[in-house]
């Protein structure tokens, strides 16, 4: 990612008053008059190389500049200001040229993009130099109060020991825009809004971020408008913060994105809140059980731990707080709730954090119910926490717990993002069905390739047409209410006459007959699939 300089753009400095005096026009390279400006030469000679740096702004009357019909010589002084960096040239006329500028000079100007501004009245270019100096100054002391805030935010909450959530809620407060934290596998694991934040910012988010590659630590995508650190060292990065910037990232942003991975960093190395000790001594055990769940050395470990583990029955869950919403579920507090339940209803459980999740596994009697189990303690944690519960099937011994534990993060990555009406407390393979099958396919190629080839069509209809048919919605209707299509318009706000409409422009996009059981079967598969990669955008994505 290239270095953003702090100043004065080109733009801004012709507002000034005294350039505004002089009658400035621009006459080459109007596109980059955005380029910053570190500072301001005042020259008449050629050779100007050696006395310029990146970003500084150069006045001549032209004086010294070589001669109309030397094409070649005004091209040279070009490309040396081009080789340097500069933000551009200011030519004054009257002293050299009185009315316009050698087409050479023009030309070589806009072939570069090279801002080239006349100034039609004589002016002091001290003046000049002096107005446009101050306000770049101006804006490095206001980068300097920016850093020394970002500086004692950062420093502050480390002082307090603060958790992720409050370093994410600080990065949003500082940055101004949506935060994410995803894992390694691109999964995000806490999502804060930004004030002019649409509801789509994740929309498709681990395709989107798989495609995105950054060059060394930290760098911006200006394709998705993300600004990228990564979290971890180069040989161990488990994820990566995202900060939404649509533009190019000034240098404080990117020292927020920084010093707020090393934050997190820090958290994840030395963490020192309630419980973690007990957390990680449970991760140690139940990765044992996972591995090795006939080793007597993790054996013992667990019923010293008070985990009865001979002659027992297991259930894996996964507890993962909902993101994206108001109030965010800290998962300290998360697991302090589990642990507090489980204690309450007498049932032994392992309680530990992976990557924003929590694991549970459950050890019940064998002559005990352990569904109901998971049930119970379910409900003394969801009134006080959004969070999903997902439940991996019952093995019946410690060989089947990796199995269910891993069941358990099937369940979690396939169950609805929003809380719905109807959802059960306890997610299960059972509840999810055709979207259980199709969260155990993931990110699969071929997958990818059946949505694309039925769905393609459609959406490239309803980009292409807007909001006035809006066919997916249509087609996600009609497969939500297959026996009644008064219902489905009826959820669109629709007549019938118009949702008719509606079925069969999507009948003739598709090439396709929607009274086919096949066809809609297919089509139902396709848009479960869209939905659960989040690439659904439509107006009838939930």
């Known amino acids: 990612m290239a270095e953003v300089t702090p100043g004065v753009t080109l733009q801004e400095a012709l507002a000034l008053p005294t350039f505004h005096r002089a009658a400035p026009t621009v006459v080459a390279g109007a596109s980059a008059t955005d380029r910053p400006i570190r500072w301001v030469h005042a020259t008449e000679r050629p050779d100007v190389r050696e006395l310029l740096r990146p970003g500084d702004l150069v006045l001549t009357m032209g004086t010294g500049l070589p001669a109309d019909d030397d094409a070649a010589g005004l091209t040279a002084f070009v490309d040396e200001l081009v080789d340097v960096g500069s933000a551009g040239v200011v030519v004054e006329l009257g002293r050299r040229w009185s009315t316009t500028l050698p087409d050479a000079l023009v030309a070589a100007c806009e072939r570069h993009a090279l801002p080239l501004v006349v100034l039609a009245r004589e002016t002091r270019f001290a003046a000049l130099a002096q107005e446009i100096g101050e306000r770049v100054v101006d804006h490095q002391l206001a980068e300097l109060r920016e850093a020394q805030r970002v500086h004692e935010t950062f420093t502050e909450l480390s002082f307090t020991q603060a958790g992720p959530v409050e370093i994410l809620q600080a990065v949003q407060r500082l940055s101004g825009g949506p935060v994410v934290v995803e894992n390694a596998q691109h999964r995000p694991l806490d999502y804060f809004a930004g004030p002019d934040d649409t509801s789509g910012f994740l929309d498709g988010w681990p395709a989107r971020s798989r495609r995105v590659e950054v060059a060394g630590r930290t760098g911006w995508d200006a394709a998705n408008g993300w600004l990228v650190t990564r979290l971890g060292t180069t040989e161990q990065a488990w994820g990566r913060l995202v900060i939404g910037s649509a533009t190019a990232p000034s240098q404080r942003l990117v ?288």
């Open 255 to 542: 020292a927020v994105a920084e010093r707020a991975a090393a934050a997190l960093a820090l958290h994840r190395l030395h963490d020192r809140d309630r419980g973690t000790l007990m957390r990680r001594t449970h991760l140690e055990l139940l990765t044992g059980l996972t591995e090795s769940p006939d080793a007597e050395e993790v054996l013992r470990r667990c019923e010293l731990a008070g985990f009865p583990v001979r002659r027992r029955r297991f259930v894996g869950l996964v507890v993962r707080p909902r993101i994206g919403t108001t109030t965010p579920a800290d998962l300290d507090e998360v697991a302090a709730a589990v642990v507090r339940a489980a204690h309450g209803l007498r049932v032994p459980a392992l309680v530990c954090e992976v990557e924003r999740d929590l694991r549970v596994l459950v050890s019940a009697a064998p002559s005990g119910d352990a569904g109901d189990l998971v049930d119970r303690l379910a409900a003394r944690v969801l009134p006080h926490h959004d969070v999903v519960v997902a439940a991996g099937r019952m093995v019946d011994d410690r060989s089947g717990i990796a199995r269910s534990v891993t069941e358990a993060g099937q369940v979690a990555d396939a169950a609805p993002p929003t809380r719905r009406e109807h959802d059960p407390d306890v997610h299960r393979l059972a509840d999810l069905h055709l979207r259980g099958l199709l969260a155990l396919l993931g990110e699969d190629e071929r997958v990818r390739l059946f949505v694309d080839r039925e769905l393609a069509p459609l959406k490239q209809h309803d980009r292409a047409d807007g909001s006035r048919t809006e066919l997916l919605a249509a087609l996600r209707a009609l497969l939500l209410h297959p026996s009644s299509k008064t219902d489905a318009a009826a959820s669109l706000h629709l007549s019938r006459a118009a949702f008719y409409d509606r079925l069969a422009r999507i009948q003739a996009v598709l090439g396709a007959d929607l009274d086919d059981p096949d066809v809609r079967v297919s089509l139902h598969v396709a848009l479960v699939a869209d939905e659960l990669s989040g690439e659904l955008s439509g107006p009838g994505a939930k």
